[in-house]
């Protein structure tokens, strides 16, 4: 059993991710802002014979992430996985100037990121061990109109992520999961008419984010020594 942070768990990638790594075995400690989503999951892992702690948490608070990853520590002596995978996508064109939703998506989706490595990779240098991940996307591959902050974002992420891995000691595993189209509410933040209509055509074919959620298994299982750095997971669909 291992124990495992999972940020922006309230939906998506993140609330399928708790539900199968508890099915697994695995005690997951979810953190996000809506306590009434968090919590609801936390019953429905708990009915199925799982186990989870439940913490609002905004990744953009840096006091909060490392309250939260020393809450775990402090509760289960051990931190053994770091899922960060909080985001935000509302897509607009440059020229729209939505300036306040380009700050929001570099506050959660690379301030957020950074937070996260600030509060885990203490108590993963201190046991030897431990493996972050974080959710990333095909955005952080190639730019599309639209996309331009979101997918710079996602570039940070990448490189940020790959930055950790190549600092980190031997014993701390590192991966990069970057989706595809997946079913998930980001979309719904797009406030920009025409790139909500581009996204509406771009979402015609998805993923199930449990699709993610098995890659996220999937590297975290293999054994020590072993370090799943990339998986990128898209529909057969997409180009």
Known sequence: MKIVLITGASSGIGHATALRLAREGHHVVLGARREDRLAALAKEIHDAGGTADVHRLDVT???????????AVAAHGRLDVFVANAGVMPLSRLDSLHV??????????????LHGIAAALPHFRRARAGHFVTIASTGAYEVVPTAAVYCATKYAARAITEGLRLEADPGIRVTTVSPGVVESELADTITEPGAREAMRTYRAVTLPPDTIA??????????DGVDVNELVVRPTAQR
């Open 61 to 71: 608070d840096r006091a909060e992430v490392a309250a939260f990853a020393d809450a």
């Open 100 to 113: 306040d939703e380009w700050d929001r998506m570099l506050d959660v989706n690379v301030r957020g990121l």
């Open 214 to 223: 098995r890659a996220i298994s999937y590297a975290i299982g293999q054994p």
